[in-house]
């Protein structure tokens, strides 16, 4: 994330370069302003007075011939303003009177504060240090889960991550209003210090453009970039969690070279189980009906007991969802009638509906329907955790909280790099890797990974490494990786 982050930052750093550049306004100061700035709010501060800007107040004072008045004004000399502006008097250019040319200098003067970067970026500082957020709801006769922000206010630098991703969302959804605010009249007053002279004669028409400055264009701009500030350091702190969830699922400890049966638990629609051999290799499939509204338990129970002698079972694996609970019942009941060693472990099932309906799943299993694979791949999470939950979208695994109000690019960068590395922590075994797994492997891409298992088909076991370079588009490069 941080190294992507910093590539934007430098690209950018050379559009504004580049823009300013053909404008014919591109200083040494600029340019080393533009080198040294550190974070990208830094850098679009320094290029907000150089940006072609739509037709604003100040434009149209300019094109009245007014800056040259803005700029006499903010000298502060002590001479008479409106004397100053009569000389600006010029109905040709629609200027009727010195009120009105005052009017013009000071939308100038104040567009001109607000574009100062130093101006900026103390007050982004000051907003982080002093500035509060506020909270209301837009209907409070309207119930919903966000009540707790009803009328809520709090510093910015106390809140909590996922109270940025709660209040965002509740806003999204229109149930709040959110703001963000100065108390007191601290980001008027900062504004003010930079534009007038400490000279005992203060210019009463520079002061109202500075406040002006900050009331109508400063503070809603600055107030969305903290609000954006806000959210990125939320959802980072959430990709973090999920990345660090997601990694502690990978890395379960396999449990090798034993027979499980896959139990994916329903009520309506009965309990789908998969027989799955040491290799992952699906061996027999079944569907029983113990719980309601059938409740044949002992004609599962019979079922359970065939298939258990048929194939040597000693492990079950079974999913936590609806109906999970009554399942692990039947088990116990089943495991006390047994006159052999039987255990059970229940396993986070979540996405396992998702890979059944994948594509990838109908390539796998062509002949089984949803139930049967999502059973198959119960039973292989706990043979190979990181071999069977590379095969799902890692969002849809269920680790993590937010995930859909966050910037999906960002999160999908950061989950498969968690993959990645896990993959690339443990290896993968070359004669039982699935297509899926291998493409984690640093230098190994879709094709090659699927040209991999192709070539293991025909050609049977890998007994060396050499042998990948007879996989096509294998080539040295990858190879060397």
Same mark, same amino acid.
């Given at each position: 994330?941080?190294?992507?982050?910093?590539r934007n930052l430098?690209q $950018?750093?050379?559009?504004?370069?580049?823009?300013?550049?053909?404008?014919?306004?591109?200083?040494?100061?600029?340019?080393?302003?533009?080198?040294n700035?550190?974070t990208?709010?830094e850098?679009? @501060?320094?290029?907000?007075?150089?940006? &072609?800007?739509r037709?604003?107040r100040a434009?149209?004072?300019?094109?009245?011939?007014l800056?040259e008045?803005a700029q006499?004004?903010?000298e502060?000399?002590?001479?008479d303003?409106?004397?100053?502006?009569?000389s600006?008097?010029?109905p040709?250019?629609?200027v009727?009177s010195?009120?009105?040319?005052?009017a013009?200098?000071?939308?100038i003067l104040?567009?001109e504060l607000?574009?100062?970067?130093?101006?900026?970026?103390?007050? $982004?500082?000051?907003?982080?240090k002093?500035g509060?957020?506020i909270c209301?709801a837009s209907? !409070?006769?309207?119930?919903?889960v966000y009540?707790?922000?009803?009328?809520y206010?709090?510093p910015?630098?106390?809140?909590?991550?996922?109270q940025?991703?709660?209040?965002?969302?509740?806003? #999204?959804?229109?149930?709040?209003?959110?703001g !963000?605010?100065?108390?007191?009249n601290e980001?008027?007053?900062? !504004?003010?210090?930079?534009?007038?002279?400490?000279?005992?004669?203060?210019?009463?028409?520079?002061?109202? +453009?500075?406040?002006?400055?900050?009331?109508r264009?400063i503070?809603?701009?600055?107030?969305r970039?903290?609000?954006?500030?806000?959210?990125?350091?939320a959802?980072?702190?959430a990709?973090?969690?999920?990345?660090k969830?997601?990694?502690?699922?990978?890395?379960?400890?396999?449990?090798a070279?034993?027979?499980v049966?896959?139990?994916?638990?329903?009520?309506?629609?009965?309990?789908?189980?998969?027989?799955v051999?040491s290799?992952?290799k699906?061996?027999?499939?079944?569907?029983i009906?113990?719980?309601?509204?059938?409740?044949?338990?002992d004609?599962? #129970?019979?079922e359970?007991?065939?298939?258990? #002698?048929?194939?040597d079972?000693?492990?079950?694996?079974?999913?936590n969802?609806?109906?999970?609970?009554?399942?692990?019942?039947?088990?116990?009941?089943?495991?006390?009638e047994? @006159?052999?060693?039987?255990?059970?472990?229940?396993?986070?099932e979540?996405?396992?509906s998702?890979?059944?309906a994948s594509?990838?799943a109908?390539?796998?299993?062509p002949?089984?329907?949803?139930?049967?694979?999502?059973?198959?791949?119960?039973?292989?999470?706990?043979? @190979?955790?990181?071999?069977?939950? &590379?095969k799902i979208d890692?969002?849809?695994?269920? !680790?993590?909280?937010?995930?859909?109000?966050?910037?999906?690019?960002k999160?999908?960068?950061?989950?498969?790099?968690?993959v990645?590395?896990s993959?690339?922590?443990?290896?993968?075994?070359?004669?039982?890797?699935?297509?899926?797994l291998?493409e984690?492997?640093?230098?190994?891409? #879709?094709?090659?990974?699927?040209?991999?298992?192709?070539?293991?088909?025909?050609?049977?076991?890998?007994t060396?490494?050499?042998?990948?370079?007879?996989?096509?588009?294998?080539?040295?490069? +990858?190879?060397?990786?």
């Amino acid at each position: 994330g941080r190294l992507t982050y910093l590539r934007n930052l430098q690209q $950018r750093r050379e559009e504004v370069k580049r823009s300013i550049e053909n404008q014919g306004k591109l200083t040494d100061e600029l340019t080393e302003a533009i080198d040294n700035a550190v974070t990208l709010a830094e850098l679009e @501060d320094i290029y907000r007075p150089f940006k &072609v800007k739509r037709r604003t107040r100040a434009t149209i004072a300019r094109e009245k011939g007014l800056a040259e008045l803005a700029q006499r004004l903010l000298e502060q000399d002590g001479s008479d303003p409106f004397i100053l502006a009569a000389s600006f008097v010029d109905p040709d250019k629609g200027v009727h009177s010195p009120e009105e040319a005052i009017a013009g200098a000071s939308d100038i003067l104040a567009e001109e504060l607000s574009d100062n970067a130093d101006i900026r970026k103390e007050l $982004r500082k000051l907003f982080m240090k002093k500035g509060v957020l506020i909270c209301k709801a837009s209907d !409070v006769e309207n119930d919903s889960v966000y009540r707790l922000y009803y009328d809520y206010t709090a510093p910015i630098h106390r809140l909590m991550d996922h109270q940025v991703m709660a209040m965002n969302r509740g806003e #999204k959804e229109g149930f709040l209003k959110i703001g !963000v605010t100065l108390p007191g009249n601290e980001g008027a007053a900062l !504004v003010c210090r930079y534009a007038l002279k400490p000279i005992k004669r203060v210019c009463p028409i520079v002061k109202a +453009a500075a406040e002006d400055a900050y009331d109508r264009l400063i503070l809603p701009s600055v107030s969305r970039e903290i609000r954006n500030e806000l959210t990125e350091k939320a959802e980072d702190g959430a990709i973090a969690v999920f990345g660090k969830n997601l990694e502690q699922l990978l890395m379960q400890p396999p449990i090798a070279g034993k027979v499980v049966l896959g139990w994916d638990p329903a009520f309506r629609t009965g309990c789908k189980l998969a027989v799955v051999d040491s290799t992952g290799k699906v061996l027999d499939t079944k569907v029983i009906y113990p719980t309601a509204p059938q409740n044949k338990v002992d004609e599962a #129970k019979a079922e359970l007991k065939k298939l258990i #002698k048929k194939y040597d079972i000693s492990l079950i694996s079974v999913g936590n969802g609806t109906a999970s609970r009554e399942s692990e019942q039947v088990i116990v009941d089943l495991i006390k009638e047994l @006159d052999r060693p039987m255990q059970y472990v229940i396993v986070n099932e979540a996405g396992a509906s998702v890979y059944s309906a994948s594509k990838l799943a109908t390539e796998e299993f062509p002949n089984f329907d949803v139930g049967q694979r999502s059973a198959a791949s119960i039973a292989r999470r706990l043979q @190979d955790p990181l071999a069977e939950l &590379v095969k799902i979208d890692p969002k849809s695994i269920g !680790v993590g909280q937010y995930q859909h109000d966050m910037n999906q690019k960002k999160l999908s960068e950061a989950l498969t790099g968690v993959v990645e590395d896990s993959v690339n922590k443990v290896g993968v075994d070359l004669n039982t890797a699935s297509a899926p797994l291998m493409e984690y492997i640093s230098g190994i891409n #879709k094709t090659i990974a699927k040209n991999i298992v192709e070539y293991r088909e025909t050609n049977g076991r890998f007994t060396e490494r050499k042998q990948l370079l007879k996989v096509p588009k294998l080539g040295p490069k +990858a190879y060397q990786q």
